[in-house]
């Protein structure tokens, strides 16, 4: 059974563009219209007052934020639409100097190598060290990483790949677009220039088994791809998921507590999600087992898992949050997976 919501933002008059809480359930942190980010704390009556408020650097309406994982301190990442994407730190005060009053988080780096908006940001697990994924409207993932976490000013520089296309199609790039095969009415290839394609969301594999970092990223032309980072250190193409028939607007990849396989979940403007079963081959590649299709009546915003990967949140344009379990019964053991839903969040 859900409890009831608790008011958080009854402060905050601007919009608020996005909500990120940390690991503990303790803290959440908010980005909105007016440019500014601020955190909130939960005190043991379980109220929520905010404990730091400052303006960001960015140029525009700030997007997205979150959190690092806990073992490199309180850190936040931020983007808007001005390419840049910053990197903010708690100061460290002593007991002297701490008051009821908002304070502000320090700036440690701001990330500017991309050429277009950014559309995405995920730190790491936290056993690959203090890295940091974007996804950019340019078709490409940067990763970045802080290799000396008490020098977090400097960041290596990132690596590089086009999670827009599917590799195996691609033949040369250009700046703004990429030449790629397409079948013809015969079934031969022929090359085709095609645009960049957008890359708007993505999500680190929390558990990977085979140990490799690996992350799934969502497109605007509806596909889904997984990309795993190989003993080279190059980010390779490991699989293509099932495609939407829209724009993917979220992915999500379930915590593995034990299972055989992985779940992954994606959703969209076609207000379908789809949550793919997949196991790992003897290459070291994902190969899709079953798939679930669960037909929404709006489009779907964001997706996350629980801890333990056993229930799926979705929320979407009609201010609902949704719960998904999968069904237990005769149609558990058949080879396609359903997933039925649960309890509900009404705003």
């Known amino acids: 059974m859900l409890g009831a919501p608790s008011e958080i933002l009854s402060e905050q008059d601007e919009y608020i563009q996005d909500i990120a809480v940390d690991d503990y359930g303790t803290r959440c942190a908010t980005c909105?219209?007016?440019?500014?980010?601020?955190?909130?704390?939960?005190?043991?009556?379980?109220?929520?007052?905010?404990?730091a408020a400052w303006n960001s650097f960015h140029m525009g309406t700030i997007?997205?934020?979150?959190?690092?994982?806990?073992?490199?301190?309180?850190?936040?990442?931020?983007?808007?639409s001005?390419?840049?994407?910053?990197?903010?730190?708690?100061?460290v005060l002593s007991l002297e100097h701490r008051t009821d009053n908002p304070t502000k988080w320090n700036h440690v780096v701001a990330l500017s190598d991309h050429r277009d908006v950014v559309l995405d940001v995920a730190f790491a697990p936290a056993h690959f060290g203090l890295r940091v994924a974007t996804a950019c409207r340019d078709g490409y993932v940067r990763v970045y990483e802080a290799k000396d976490t008490f020098n977090l000013e400097r960041w290596e520089s990132p690596e590089v790949f086009e999670a827009g296309m599917n590799p195996t199609l691609v033949t040369s790039a250009k700046p703004n677009k990429s030449t790629v095969r397409e079948p013809n009415n015969s079934g031969d290839y022929i090359a085709k220039e095609a645009l960049r394609n957008a890359v708007t969301c993505l999500c680190w594999n929390p558990s990977p088994r085979n140990g490799f970092q690996t992350l799934v990223a969502g497109c605007e032309d509806g596909c889904t791809r997984v990309w795993t980072f190989t003993d080279q250190r190059r980010w390779e193409h490991a699989m293509e998921l099932p495609q939407h028939k829209g724009q993917?607007?979220?992915?999500?990849?379930?915590?593995?507590?034990?299972?055989?396989?992985?779940?992954?979940?994606?959703?969209?403007?076609?207000?379908?999600?789809?949550?793919?079963?997949a196991r790992a081959a003897s290459s070291g590649t994902l190969q899709l087992e079953s798939l679930a299709r669960v037909q929404c009546a709006n489009e779907i915003s964001r997706l996350q898992w629980n801890?333990?990967?056993?229930?799926?949140?979705?929320?979407?344009?009609?201010?609902?949050?949704?719960?998904?379990?999968?069904?237990?019964?005769?149609?558990?053991?058949?080879?396609?997976m359903h997933w039925e839903q649960g309890g509900v969040l009404h705003r």
């Open 82 to 91: 001005d390419k840049h994407v910053h990197i903010w730190q708690e100061p």
């Open 63 to 80: 997007w997205k934020v979150a959190w690092s994982p806990p073992v490199f301190g309180s850190l936040l990442a931020s983007f808007s």
């Open 32 to 51: 909105s219209s007016d440019k500014k980010l601020r955190v909130w704390d939960r005190d043991g009556a379980g109220k929520w007052q905010v404990k």
């Open 248 to 277: 993917v607007h979220a992915v999500s990849w379930a915590p593995n507590m034990g299972r055989t396989f992985d779940l992954i979940a994606s959703g969209g403007t076609d207000a379908r999600i789809c949550i793919v079963k």
């Open 307 to 336: 801890v333990t990967g056993t229930i799926l949140a979705s929320s979407g344009d009609d201010g609902i949050v949704r719960m998904w379990t999968q069904a237990v019964g005769p149609k558990q053991h058949s080879q396609q």
